[in-house]
């Protein structure tokens, strides 16, 4: 199946008991038993729900891994998976990272016991010298939010899997439909459904993917024993975002080229971040491990004066967290989604005053090419 009939008949296809070509939502938390012991498959819905494990078959099936798992938000996702390590336990983590990563690992997981190092992941050899003797994961996002750093998956992958370490790789920027890390050496994909998964901003949701049957056997026992699911009304406009996750990406894809080369060239940008411009260090990877480059663009402005007039100036754009919806959004990292970071690590990471983060839509690109360019007049 090619990536965009996958989207729609992937997974399991409509309602075996009804015929009802839509999944329907199973509002229900309980299920009649003929006997002590005896269902149809189904006795609890923090355990398992027919709404739900549509869209986990769906999601295992798109990640070409062996098994999917909904969570009730892209960081209840996250942190299952992390519940897979043990106090004492340490991980390597690309030092850019989604605020919220950031901060679970640091002030939560931390308390626990398990230690990180978040490093440079596009160099090997940072990676290579963060690993210690009790080094148990490696964690990947990439491309990176909000600077578009890309990392070498296979490569990761060879040594993380040399040292005996888990490869979980967030795969919220690239989404399914572009990159594949399983195919690549990874044992855990990761996602925040509430991005381009959903792809309309009306649904917070989180999606992880095992490569291995031992792994879904773990994550499961996590998923349920935790029980950070999402309901079935969640579960159902994920099921019907996904059939347009191909259409969505292929227009996105073609507005933010466009929009990325349009910022490049303007006198008043001083450094634009996509990995599809030829300009960007991780352009020839991003090319060769995904097959499109994605909808975010973050470019720096030089100062938080300029950045403040092209925020009250653009039309389009609406100033709002998150990313990865059907319209244009703008954002501040340093002052929004990467406020969690101390400002001395984010200066460290390029993640300056004068940086705005685009995420951008499937709007006529001409709209969104003069909305910029008068915003930034
Ligand atoms: C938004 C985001 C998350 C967190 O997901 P939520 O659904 O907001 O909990 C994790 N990783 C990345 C890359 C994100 O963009």
């Known amino acids: 199946m090619r990536p965009k009939t996958q989207v729609i008949h992937a997974g399991i296809f409509g309602d075996e008991f009804t015929g009802s070509v839509s999944v329907p939502i199973y509002q229900t938390s309980t299920y009649k038993q003929e006997a002590v012991g005896k269902t149809k498959g189904y006795d609890y819905s923090r355990s398992a729900n027919p709404t739900r494990r549509a869209l986990e078959v769906l999601i295992g099936e798109l990640e070409h891994g062996k098994a999917g798992f909904a969570f009730g938000s892209g960081m209840a996702a996250i942190s299952s998976v992390l519940m897979l390590l043990n106090s004492g336990d340490h991980i390597v983590i690309t030092d850019d990272v989604y605020g919220g990563t950031f901060r679970v690992i640091d002030k939560v997981f931390k308390r626990l016991g398990i230690t990180a190092t978040f490093t440079d992941t596009s160099k090997p050899e940072a990676i290579e010298s963060a690993i210690t003797n009790h080094t148990k994961a490696l964690y990947l996002e990439t491309p990176t ?97 996904i059939k347009t996750l191909g259409l969505r990406m292929e227009q996105i894809e073609k507005n933010a080229n466009q929009i990325a080369q349009f910022l490049e060239d303007h006198p008043k940008v001083k450094k634009v971040y996509y990995p599809g411009l030829v300009s960007h260090p991780g352009h020839v990877l991003a090319a060769k491990q995904a097959s499109g480059f994605g909808g975010m663009i973050s470019f720096d402005v030089g100062d938080e004066q300029t950045v403040n007039q092209i925020l009250s100036k653009s039309r389009y754009f609406t100033l709002a967290e998150s990313l990865g919806a059907v319209e244009s959004l703008i954002s501040v990292p340093a002052k929004m989604t990467h406020a969690s970071i101390p400002k001395p690590r984010r200066d460290a990471l390029g993640i300056t005053d004068g940086l705005i983060r685009l995420s951008v839509g499937i709007e006529d690109v001409q709209d969104l090419l003069d909305d910029l360019a008068q915003a930034l007049d």
């Open 145 to 241: 939010n909000p600077l578009l750093k890309v990392t070498d998956i296979q490569k990761a992958s060879a040594i993380a899997h040399r040292h005996g370490l888990l490869l979980i790789v967030d795969n919220t920027f690239a989404t399914p439909y572009w990159q594949h890390p399983i195919d690549l050496g990874a044992d855990i994909v990761l996602h925040s459904a509430t991005k381009y998964i959903g792809g309309h901003s009306d649904v917070v949701s989180g999606l992880a993917v095992v490569a291995s049957e031992e792994l879904a056997e773990r994550l499961y026992f996590i998923q349920n024993s935790v029980g950070a699911v999402p309901g079935p009304q969640d579960v159902w406009l994920l099921l019907r975002g």
